[in-house]
């Protein structure tokens, strides 16, 4: 697993039938810390993601383990929407501030 931010939205017309009804994603890749990275990847949401979101994403044959994708010619997933990170005992982000 690794650490993204959703930075963008996909729209395609014309794709595989096999993603039709599929949100594609552009998320960025960050440290631990929550410093971006500039690498950025196209990722299939299984869990109702949004642009700003942190995610947890999964690559290659993991990215079909989520369910529905078993059949789906996607290498990255979003698995999961984080509400918070800590890092070396320290709150890096929270999604929700009291």
């Known amino acids: 697993m690794e650490l993204a931010k959703v930075v963008g939205t996909v729209v395609s017309t ?6 039709s009804g599929k949100k594609l994603l552009i998320v960025n890749l960050v440290s631990p810390d929550g410093t971006p990275t500039k690498s950025h990847v196209v990722a299939v949401d299984t869990v109702g993601a949004g642009e ?10 993991s990215a079909r383990q989520a369910k529905n ?25 929270q999604k929700f501030k009291n």
């Open 69 to 93: 994708m078993e059949t789906t010619p996607t290498d990255t997933s979003i698995i999961a929407i984080i509400d918070s990170l800590e890092f070396q005992g320290k709150t890096v982000f």
């Open 52 to 61: 700003g979101e942190m995610v947890l994403i999964v690559r290659g044959s």
């Open 14 to 19: 014309v794709k595989d039938q096999k993603l």
